[in-house]
């Protein structure tokens, strides 16, 4: 069964920093190209971050460039967000999302809450 | 980047009717384009991809058309599971960027 999980997640003060998490399972994690995709409450479905198989592409939103960092690691089939200088705009559920090739996102994670605020 | 805007924003159906999602790119994207379900609370379902391929296990009541810059989802006969909210993407660009959403909602 394929799974990612994801974790890291909280409440953080403006100008803090957290690192999310995504633990994969079920499929061959290193022939995926991953992304985290945002969802700000009650808003639309935003890209953040796309990280390519191998690492050689990497690409951030113009709204996180500079102060988020994705990573990955395949040996340990996990995905990662370091987010800094973080933003009341950043509050959103993160999720982190597996695609073959350039195939879009078919492998979800369940999300995981930041919570940006004083 | 690539902007893509979905019409209507809202929409109010019956079970068993016909339903038509429109998403438009602000550049040709040629056939990289996706739909994905969601509902609240959820993550999105992944529903279509290359603007017409069903996703295995998608109901044939689903499909998609379009290339180039207009694309559209249709939903030949809306059942109860249905009402949610859709987003087009992009898969031309890394930016991978989605449509507003379009939700579907009980009339």
């Known amino acids: 069964e394929v799974q990612l999980v994801e974790s890291g997640g909280g409440l953080v003060q403006p100008g803090g920093s957290l690192r999310l998490s995504c633990a994969a399972s079920?499929?061959?994690?290193?022939?995926?190209?991953m992304s985290w995709v945002r969802q700000a409450p009650g808003k639309g479905l935003e890209s953040v971050s796309y990280?390519?198989?191998?690492?050689?592409?990497?690409y951030y939103a113009d709204s996180v460039k500079g102060r988020f960092t994705i990573s990955r690691d395949n040996a340990k089939n996990s995905l990662y967000l370091q987010m800094t200088s973080l933003r009341v705009e950043d509050t959103a559920v993160y999720y982190c999302a597996g695609a073959f090739g350039n195939n879009p996102p078919d492998y979800w994670g369940q999300g995981t809450l930041v919570t940006v605020s004083s | 980047d690539i902007q893509m805007t979905q019409s209507p924003s809202t929409l109010s159906a019956s079970v068993g009717d016909r339903v038509t999602i429109t998403c438009r790119a602000s550049q040709s994207i040629s056939s990289w384009l996706a739909w994905y379900q969601q509902k609240p609370g959820k993550a999105p379902k992944f529903l279509i991809y290359?603007?017409?391929t069903l996703q295995s296990g998608v109901p044939s009541r689903f499909s998609g058309s379009g290339s180039g810059t207009e694309f559209t989802l249709t939903i030949s006969s809306l059942q109860p599971d249905d009402f949610a909210t859709y987003y087009c993407q992009q898969y031309k660009t890394y930016s991978r960027t989605f449509g507003q959403g379009t939700k579907v909602e009980i009339k």
């Open positions: 079920g499929f061959t994690f290193s022939s995926y190209s």
């Open positions: 290359d603007a017409s």
């Open positions: 990280i390519s198989y191998a690492s050689s592409t990497i």
